[in-house]
């Protein structure tokens, strides 16, 4: 079946602007994630959904990053007023089920880069 | 934040040999996972190793763990070109994985 996909591939903004990234878990999957990658550097988790559940928002490193996920679909990291530092490539990852023994099926990511 | 830390961070073999890649860890884990990401994009998870585990295969890859030196190899013997890529552990224990900063290995032909 179709796996995680995210859109855009990859975005340049300039600084001060609002950008909006997309993911679509794999159908079934209750479980999505996104991680952030800066240049040379391991991943970052953001942000963890599971069903109606209320997110886990913990790894969000400033009120200027927020996420939305419609129940068990697509979901959505809006980074408002983007600094150069938020440049990175961002990743969603889901699951089938919340856990740790659980495989996270990554997307293709989006190269955001902020000029 | 991350919690493994891969050794060695960059690797080059030539096709045929084996590459080892070792990942420390600081906390207790309830499993590891080891993924390869290629050209800096989405990672494709190769092997899970739960806690109670010291050794698992995979076609050419090896794992072990080692929970008393908090630390777990990966091995993929008979190298080829196309395994050129970043490698990662990560370790889990709760939902979300912490990730180290990969190793990254070039395979030569």
């Known amino acids: 079946g179709a796996g995680v996909s995210q859109s855009p591939s990859n975005k340049v903004t300039e600084k001060g602007k609002d950008v909006e990234l997309r993911c679509d878990p794999i159908s079934g999957h209750t479980a999505l994630y996104w991680y952030r990658q800066r240049l040379g550097q391991g991943l970052e988790f953001l942000i963890y959904?599971?069903?109606?559940?209320?997110?886990?928002k913990s790894g969000l490193p400033s009120d200027r990053f927020s996420a939305e996920r419609t129940g068990e679909s697509v979901s959505t990291l809006t980074i408002q007023r983007t600094q150069q530092e938020d440049s990175a490539v961002y990743l969603c990852a889901s699951s089938l089920r919340r856990g740790d023994q659980e495989t996270q099926y990554f997307g293709p990511g989006t190269r955001l880069l902020v000029l | 934040s991350q919690q493994g830390e891969e050794d060695p961070q960059a690797l080059s073999i030539q096709e045929g040999e084996n590459a080892t890649m070792n990942c420390s860890y600081k906390t207790s884990i309830n499993n590891l996972q080891w993924y390869r990401q290629n050209s800096g994009r989405g990672l494709v998870h190769l092997i899970l190793?739960?806690?109670?585990?010291r050794e698992k295969h995979s076609g050419r890859l090896r794992v072990t763990l080692d929970t008393s030196k908090k630390s777990s190899s990966l091995l993929i013997t008979a190298s080829r070109a196309a395994d050129t890529a970043s490698y990662f552990c990560?370790?889990?224990?709760?939902?979300?994985?912490?990730f180290g900063k990969g190793t990254s290995l070039l395979v030569t032909p």
């Open positions: 959904f599971q069903g109606n559940s209320a997110p886990d």
């Open positions: 990560a370790t889990s224990s709760g939902y979300a994985l912490n």
């Open positions: 190793i739960r806690s109670n585990e």
